[in-house]
């Protein structure tokens, strides 16, 4: 097959969510390309891979992929797609919770977007910068770089552009404190991305509402919406987005006094938080296992776990972890830590289990 047809067939897979099918297409591709020295298509190929790899998880090769389509693009003085290819390597790193660098390669990629004019790319990286700053722990930027992105989406009639937005929002708001409108800019999303049939789009809004019925303390409803959620991301290998489900119903469990299930939950989770490099998702896992601990009455363990946690959160500055970790921590030491105030965070928890957005 011609290369140029394979890396069409590999859109059209990665359209369907098809994440692994369409890599492969796209490393034939890019073999094929490397042996006629073609440079243009090397370059296509490297980013739609790279692409690929990214929502499998593989970040530390979506990188690699990138950068070398990153180093084509600026040698071929191609603007867009060195603004793909550096926003790309900007969500890999917010990805792997590095906040920083990704904010650093974001930003560049918007002013040339905005250079040239472009509305969709432009959308694409406030929404990322969205997701970026939600990491960092600056709940109220985020939602105010998701509304922006949100409001161009809408000028420019991008549908799918909406539906991420309002999944973008629902997450924040939830974070924030604000589980109504976390529960509306879920379902917003969902009915969006089911008319569509975007089956990432659609386990991302169950997951979503999921934890908007969490937070409310609807368990039951809840419980539906996750297992939902997984059964979508087991059909299309996503790893990345899964942990984080598997992570809620270890919580929902907690929240419903299933430890043993929980821990099950748990562990499945940290199998892919280990899988992808999420220290962050794997700060979530520390501070669930330990109200496990202290549920079970081994204050020693709880305590291990929340240091370990604290360590990971403030070496990589995750603001939100962090804090989640000392409010625990705080709790099981009858103690009063405000830092959900210091954040802009409507959250309380005086008592475990802590319900953990």
């Excluded at 600056?138 to 509304?147: E, G, R, V």
């Excluded at 705080?330 to 005086?350: D, F």
Aim: with cysteine; proline share 1%.
């Amino acid at each position: 097959m011609d290369p140029k047809d394979l890396l069409e067939e590999a859109d059209k897979l990665r359209c369907r969510s098809k994440y692994s099918e369409a890599a492969f297409l796209a490393k034939k591709a890019l073999r094929s390309f490397d042996r006629t020295a073609n440079r243009e298509g090397k370059l296509v190929a490297s980013l739609v891979l790279a692409d690929n790899l990214r929502m499998l998880g593989d970040f530390k090769n979506a990188i690699a992929y990138y950068s070398i389509s990153s180093s084509i693009s600026k040698e071929l003085k191609e603007r867009t797609l060195h603004a793909d290819a550096n926003a790309g390597i900007g969500l890999a790193l917010r990805a792997s919770g590095h906040w920083k660098e990704s904010i650093k390669n974001l930003r560049s990629s918007l002013r040339t977007y905005r250079a040239l004019n472009d509305s969709e790319g432009t959308a694409f990286i406030l929404w990322s910068l969205g997701g970026a700053m939600r990491i960092k722990g600056d709940i109220n930027d985020a939602i105010k770089q998701y509304l922006l992105s949100l409001s161009i989406y809408k000028e420019i009639h991008d549908i799918s552009g909406i539906g991420y937005c309002h999944c973008g929002l629902g997450g924040a708001y939830r974070i924030k404190g604000a589980y109504s409108d976390s529960m509306k800019h879920y379902k917003s999303a969902n009915r969006i991305f089911e008319r569509s049939g975007d089956r990432f789009g659609t386990a991302y809004s169950y997951c979503g509402i999921g934890n908007a019925y969490r937070m409310k303390g609807d368990l039951s409803k809840a419980r539906g919406y996750f297992r939902r959620a997984l059964k979508i991301y087991d059909r299309i290998g996503d790893i990345v987005s899964s942990a984080y489900t598997l992570w809620s119903m270890g919580m929902l469990n907690i929240l419903d006094n299933r430890l043993a299930l929980a821990g099950k939950y748990l562990e499945r989770a940290l199998v892919n938080f280990k899988r992808t490099g999420d220290r962050r998702g794997t700060c979530y896992y520390l501070i669930a296992s330990a109200q496990i601990a202290q549920l079970k009455g081994d204050t020693s363990l709880a305590r291990s776990l929340l240091k370990r946690s604290l360590t990971i959160s403030m070496n990589m500055r995750f603001a939100i972890e962090e804090c989640h970790s000392k409010k625990v921590l705080s709790v099981i030491e009858n103690g009063n830590n405000n830092c959900y105030n210091e954040l802009n965070m409507r959250l309380k928890c005086n008592k475990l289990p802590c319900n953990i957005p």
